[in-house]
């Protein structure tokens, strides 16, 4: 037998005598109820098995090379304490299913509940549920699940809001009963709108959804709108890319948002080409048999012992099934737990600091190109660790340049905005050291004084 | 397994009681439940979800849901009529349907819109008949 | 810190309820700029002032804590795992120290094209794989879960429809269809009709004739379906759905039973979707993350989610002008860190590999349909696939039941069957072995099963107060969702 032997136990002897226990003379039989028109008479297309030692050698030879970034847009390069993979590979909590049988889950099940509860804080909201998919599939719940409330078909849509969030709301919601309205971002601070915002606002509004800080990194303020959209009768719903914000960012539970949806990735979670991430969802109380997503609730067994199950199991496929919430089973679980590990790690003193540190590592680098001529920071209002910067050039052949310097200077702006086509996104984290960002910079300068 | 004499049964197991004694006017309300027989099968209820007061509901449309950790069962309106009171105590005690499920457990009154109706639903040894026996 | 007197199962506090103030589990790369000032540099009102209730521990009450409460769960790794249509199958650990490899665990989505060769050609090669070992001609990795896929291909389903200026409403949907296939229909916006399995437990093509019209945009099956049983008329009815403009949708959720025996895309299947998580042995991580790749025919290849990673000249690219394409599921390109899993098993198993697993998941399943069937139930005698289904009916004039029984398991180390799923049998006992399981382990869960039956007849009371050695026993459901509390507060305290 081949390489995969070691996966597979069956010997010679195990197979002779189970099939004498079932009753047929070869393994083939047991397909008898296939027809033989459709049976495979050659062996798939497929390349030799790998023994551990030349997969390994493979895939080592795969790996892309190690740059230094400036990227971000939606995934972020954070650091990740050793506990977090350390303990998510206990094979008890990643070679789990879902905690269907609450006895023997009690490990995963406490897990999501801290979870839950962490998001809560985070987001200041009342519930979360245990996970969706990652950030852009978690807003566009939030819409379809504002929907399912109000009834009403317009979406107001902030324009900062990350492209391709936006594309994937556009290809949850059915066109026949909603409707997109992008809201604008005033060119001069950056933000979405609010005027525009404003006069958009009618009866007609089912929800206004608005990202904080939005894709140029810059802050958005929530303040007034939460009351102005409910006065409508429509829901504010916000999205994040980056959770770390919030360790100095006042939630936009304080903003009376109805529903908080976004991206848990740079919570403990690696980079890794952009999956698995981490859906958040958090809402009001009142809301929570609306919400898609599992939900762990606290209970007491037999003998009063507190423990934790699955609970308004009821909204979901597995029950409801044409009526459910969402058709979401598998989640995100073990990446929710990737953030709960990180934030027991980080506790609120850590978060609040690595927060700090990322707004103070952008405002290191936004001086260091202050001087710089030829280049200039588009907006002016305050950002957290993203910023958008303007290029009298081609950012592509800056980009060119950077890259022999094993650098990835930033993340060019014009594929997702056509009127921002000078412009890079460049982000900044508690993991580029100040010499690398000087570096940065250096090398910016020679490229737009040779330009 | 109840099955009180002075009610009117629907297939579908809710009950129907008409008139509402805390009226004088007897003959133009329903006051609407699910039966002993359903709540025995949906076991404990965990939430009731009640229909808006006003709304009006033709003949089998769902009006509401009942819910219990496993399952979601709609309760269909055994006439067509406008809903004029529902019951707020199950928001806080949702278990009345399964305790008292023809008394404390009444979930819909409504304003009935063609009294003919009437006659198309069980009598309750029709109801008897109708359900499935015990597999005791 | 209460007095601890569980033993080895340790009652393990939440994180909230321990650690203390100042307490420090993290460190930071150093502070080598100035720190700013956030009130100079953010408006105050967009200020926080506090996280408040966020835990602080240090690092080994971090460790303990998770250590703990790990210690409480059942995974593949500790036994058994006979879930029916989940294919708990073992997890290759190589695969976890691909996935750990810096180059790829590091690498940010928006990498240049040109950084990234390695990565984005060895999605391309897994797309080719799942191509090749379904019979499809083209593949998307970018959903993140298997119910991802399902509405990722109806929708693109949709498109296609409405594309051709065909505007239809319903969606056929057999009895024995999981959960997630009657909420995508709806999702999607069609009306679900349902297709009653034959007495045999599969469906048969007269039914679907009867309900198949131009109004009908496709039907989801599951084959082998949630009975374990092939749909032996699938072709048929296939030709059928095809014949009046529908499509054909098929779950790929027991894929396990087939790779290398037969491809659904020969047998008329027009869209599948993968779980990677299931078949292709990427954990299960107690809830996800997983992968639904969706694998289509050429006739819908034009609506596939973008960006699609193509192929010119030896050199890999992602293409997000296609015009016709449904739009995103998710940002960016798919889990990749479950891809990377799932591309590492299959270069491992190779195709003789992979037809070895499905014989021998099959062989298995077979094998504990057998020995069972005297002491439970079997309500379709008949040839199994990779999974088999049993009830409580033998055991139900002791008034025992199909949950007393999983609970019951429970004592003996096992984690129990699924339970009460299909909903097409009453009190269902799904049991789906897996090819990983090795005789002994089989026998050792048979004996137990069969003890457990024994058990129902001379002393049922061992299973209704089942299970007695877990850590919170029965816990009570009713009182979670009557009076839900969903987080930890500080009143709590």
Redesign the interface.
Same mark, same amino acid.
């Given at each position: 037998m081949g390489n995969f032997a070691r996966y597979i136990p069956h010997t010679p002897e195990d197979i002779r005598r189970m099939l004498e226990t079932i009753g047929v003379k070869r393994v083939e039989d047991l397909f008898e109820t296939i027809p033989t028109k459709y049976r495979l008479s050659k062996s798939m297309n497929l390349p030799e098995s790998l023994g551990e030692p030349d997969l390994l050698r493979h895939l080592q030879e795969l790996q892309p090379p190690l740059c230094a970034s400036f990227l971000g847009g939606g995934a972020y390069h954070h650091f990740i304490p050793a506990v977090v993979p350390y303990l998510i590979s206990r094979s008890e909590f990643y070679t789990a299913y879902t905690p269907y049988q609450p006895e023997i889950s009690q490990g995963t099940l406490q897990s999501i509940f801290e979870y839950q509860t962490l998001m809560c804080q985070l987001t200041g909201m009342e519930v979360s549920n245990g996970s969706l998919y990652d950030g852009a599939s978690s807003l566009a719940e939030a819409v379809l699940m504002a929907f399912r409330i109000t009834k009403r078909k317009k979406i107001l849509l902030s324009q900062a809001i990350h492209p391709e969030y936006r594309k994937v709301i556009e290809t949850y919601i059915d066109p026949d009963q909603q409707e997109i309205i992008l809201i604008p971002y005033r060119k001069g601070d950056g933000r979405t709108d609010e005027k525009a915002l404003s006069d958009l606002l009618d009866e007609s509004v089912n929800a206004v959804v608005i990202q904080s800080p939005n894709f140029f990194g810059v802050i958005e303020n929530l303040q007034g709108i939460g009351k102005e959209v409910h006065q409508v009768g429509g829901m504010m719903i916000v999205g994040f890319n980056e959770a770390i914000a919030y360790g100095i960012l006042a939630p936009p539970g304080e903003f009376e948002a109805d529903i908080v949806a976004g991206e848990g990735q740079s919570l403990g979670i690696p980079l890794s080409l952009g999956g698995p991430y981490l859906g958040i969802f958090t809402t009001r109380n009142k809301h929570v048999r609306t919400m898609p997503g599992r939900l762990v609730g606290e209970t007491v067994d037999l003998e009063g012992k507190r423990g934790f199950v699955l609970t308004l199991a009821t909204r979901e496929q597995h029950i409801r099934r044409e009526k459910a919430t969402s058709n979401i089973c598998t989640n995100e679980g073990l990446c929710a737990l990737m953030a709960t590990i990180y934030l027991s790690c980080l506790g609120r003193e850590g978060l609040r600091e690595v927060a700090m540190m990322n707004l103070s590592k952008a405002e290191y680098a936004k001086k260091a190109i202050s001087k710089l001529k030829g280049c200039r920071q588009t907006f002016s209002g305050s950002t957290f660790n993203e910023f958008v910067l303007e290029i009298d050039g081609d950012p592509e052949k800056v980009l060119g340049e950077m890259k022999k310097e094993k650098i990835i200077g930033g993340l060019p702006l014009a594929k997702f905005y056509p009127e921002l086509n000078r412009h890079l996104l460049v982000t900044v984290t508690e993991m580029n050291s100040k010499e690398e960002i000087d570096r940065w910079a250096k090398v910016l300068e020679k490229c737009l004084e040779r330009a | 397994m109840k099955f009180p004499e002075d009610l009117l049964y629907s297939e579908s197991h809710e009950w129907l009681k008409v008139g509402d004694s805390t009226l004088r006017d007897e003959g133009g309300r329903a006051t609407i439940g699910l039966t002993d027989y359903a709540q025995s099968q949906l076991k404990?209820i965990?939430?009731v *979800?009640l229909p808006e007061i006003g709304s009006e509901f033709k003949k089998g449309e769902s009006m509401g849901m009942v *819910?219990?950790?496993?399952?979601?069962a709609d309760v269909f309106s055994p006439i067509t009529g406008k809903v004029v009171e529902t019951n707020h105590t199950l928001k806080d005690s949702?278990?009345f349907v399964n305790e008292d499920p023809y008394g404390k457990g009444w979930i819909i009154k409504m304003e009935i819109k063609d009294k003919g109706e009437l006659k198309e639903l069980l009598s309750f040894r029709a109801y008897q008949d109708f359900v499935p026996k015990e *597999?005791e | 810190m209460k007095k601890r007197d569980t033993g080895l199962i340790q009652d393990e506090p939440l994180i909230f309820e321990q650690g203390g103030e100042g307490r420090k589990g993290y460190s930071l790369p150093r502070w080598d700029i100035e720190e700013a000032e956030a009130k100079n540099l953010i408006p105050s009102h967009l200020l926080r002032e506090d996280l408040e209730g966020f835990p602080q521990l240090s690092e080994i009450d971090v460790v303990r804590h998770f250590t703990r409460l790990s210690q409480w769960n059942y995974g593949v790794d500790s036994g058994f795992y006979p879930l029916g249509s989940c294919t708990m199958k073992y997890n290759p650990k190589v695969n976890e120290e691909i996935a750990r490899m810096s180059g790829f665990a590091n690498l940010h989505p928006y990498t240049p094209e040109d950084l990234a060769q390695g990565a984005f050609r060895l999605m391309y090669e897994l797309g080719d794989f799942l191509a090749e070992i379904t019979g499809m001609d083209d593949v998307s990795l970018q959903p993140a879960a298997g119910a991802h896929g399902e509405l990722t291909g109806i929708r693109m389903v949709k498109a296609c429809l409405q594309a051709r200026g065909d505007g239809r409403k319903k969606v056929l949907v057999p009895d024995t269809a999981h959960g997630t296939n009657c909420s995508t229909s709806t999702i999607a916006s069609y009306q679900m009709v349902e297709i009653k399995s034959n007495e045999n437990g599969v469906i048969s093509p007269e039914k679907v004739a009867e309900q198949m019209d131009e109004e009908v945009a496709a039907i989801m099956v599951t084959n082998p379906n949630t009975l374990g049983l092939f749909e032996e008329h699938l072709a048929e009815i296939a030709e059928i759905v095809h014949r009046k403009g529908g499509f054909v949708y098929c779950d790929g959720a027991n894929l396990n039973a087939l790779m290398g025996i037969v491809k659904l895309g020969d047998l008329g299947v027009d869209v599948i979707h993968i779980n990677l998580h299931k078949t292709f042995s990427t954990p299960h991580g107690g809830g996800g993350p997983g992968a639904g790749p969706v694998a289509v025919k050429k006739e819908l290849a034009p609506y596939l989610p973008v960006p699609v990673i193509e192929k010119d000249r030896g050199v890999y690219r992602l293409n997000d002008v296609r015009p016709h394409s449904i739009g995103k599921m998710r940002a960016f390109y798919g889990n990749f860190g479950v891809i990377l899993k799932a591309y590492a098993y299959i270069l491992s198993m190779g195709s003789e590999g992979l037809k070895r697993a499905s014989e021998m998941a099959v062989l298995n399943a077979n094998y504990l349909m057998k020995r069972l069937k005297d002491d439970y139930h079997l309500p379709y005698d008949r040839p199994c696939m990779h999974e088999c289904v049993f009830t409580d009916r033998f055991q139900e004039k002791y008034h025992v039941s199909t949950l007393d029984i999983a609970k019951r398991l429970i004592d003996y180390g096992y984690h129990p069957p699924t339970i009460y799923f299909p909903l097409v049998v009453k009190a269902a006992l799904m049991m789906e072995p897996t090819e990983t399981e090795s005789k002994e382990s089989l026998d050792g869960f048979i004996e137990t099963m069969i003890t457990i039956a024994k058990e129902a007849e001379e002393d049922p009371d061992l299973l209704r107060q089942a299970p007695q050695r877990v850590k919170v026993r029965r816990l009570d459901e009713v009182l979670a969702a009557r009076k839900p509390k969903l987080k930890w507060n500080p009143e709590d305290r």
């Open positions: - | 404990d965990v939430y *979800e *819910e219990s950790v496993k399952t979601v949702p278990q *597999e | -």
